[in-house]
């Protein structure tokens, strides 16, 4: 592995002086790894590190941005999502007896970043749902509780449809398969052009009132479409995302976002079949 700062200054050097020039950190590197998950997990700011490992705050700053790309690349090459015979093996009874067809369940999620000086940007990044500045990132997860996809981010004023369309996710599905959502994903029309059935809550109708099978069947979602929120929720608990993320950590604000799903995924489950790499690039 070789430190961000170093690969950048020495790009026409050779390899050895590129590994002498890593080896002469302050840090070794488990304790750089330590130092790094300290940031993601606890949430502790750059300043606290630099006083408890007694080294400056840009030297913190850049031994996450190093360890953020290297883990975004290692875990961005395993596979997360599942053949549709695993995912049928694997499936609770609970989805067996009402929705066997379901593939993948989905939901946005949204965090919050700093407001950026220009209008343009503003704009762009501002969520009418959040009420602040924010980036959006759709999440997947197999019936069976395991996440299986995980998008890029993009700005915060972009519609689930839109984030839906451009995630690369319909690429993965087969045709047969069913996608359980929330009612604001109005994705029907994408799906019926790849033979995909969307299962969503009923609307209310003219009538003003819900049929008694309509609401068996919108109980029969949100219990089954609640463990997606509850995958996030665990993922939230990275206190890194507790706190409003400064616009300095947008450059690699897509890998530390992989990186905190994939990584919590991979610690709980190992699955098998075909394997979606990630890409850095922020919309």
Not at 65 to 92: A, C, H, Q, S
Not at 145 to 161: A, H, N, Q, R, W
Not at 189 to 213: K, M, N, R, Y
Not at 253 to 277: D, F, M, P
Request: net charge positive; hydrophobic share 40%.
């Amino acid at each position: 592995m070789v430190g961000w700062s170093q690969a950048q200054r020495l790009k026409q050097a050779n390899l050895e002086v590129i590994r002498q020039g890593f080896s002469a950190s302050k840090l070794s590197t488990m304790d750089q790894f330590f130092l790094f998950l300290c940031r993601l997990r606890q949430g502790f700011p750059e300043q606290d590190l630099a006083t408890r490992f007694h080294i400056s705050q840009s030297t913190v700053s850049r031994i996450c941005v190093t360890w953020v790309n290297f883990l975004y690349y290692m875990l961005g090459t395993l596979p997360i999502w599942p053949t549709r015979k695993t995912v049928d093996e694997l499936m609770p009874e609970c989805f067996k007896c009402t929705f066997p067809g379901t593939r993948v369940i989905l939901d946005c999620t949204e965090i919050h970043v700093q407001k950026p000086s220009s209008k343009v940007l503003n704009s762009v990044t501002y969520s009418h749902y959040k009420g602040n500045t924010t980036f959006k990132g759709l999440i997947g997860i197999a019936p069976s509780g395991e996440i299986t996809f995980v998008s890029d981010l993009y700005t915060g004023s972009i519609s689930d449809k839109e984030i839906t369309k451009q995630s690369g996710i319909l690429s993965l599905l087969e045709e047969g398969d069913m996608v359980m959502a929330d009612k604001g994903f109005l994705i029907k029309d994408l799906l019926s052009e790849i033979q995909v059935s969307l299962v969503i809550p009923p609307f209310l109708g003219p009538s003003g009132h819900f049929t008694a099978d309509e609401v068996r069947k919108t109980q029969a979602i949100a219990r089954l479409r609640i463990h997606v929120e509850r995958a996030i929720r665990r993922i939230k608990e990275y206190h890194i995302s507790d706190k409003v993320l400064p616009m300095t950590l947008v450059g690699s604000i897509n890998q530390l976002w992989a990186v905190l799903y994939r990584n919590h995924n991979w610690s709980e489950h190992k699955i098998t079949g075909h394997s979606k790499t990630l890409k850095g690039t922020l919309v």
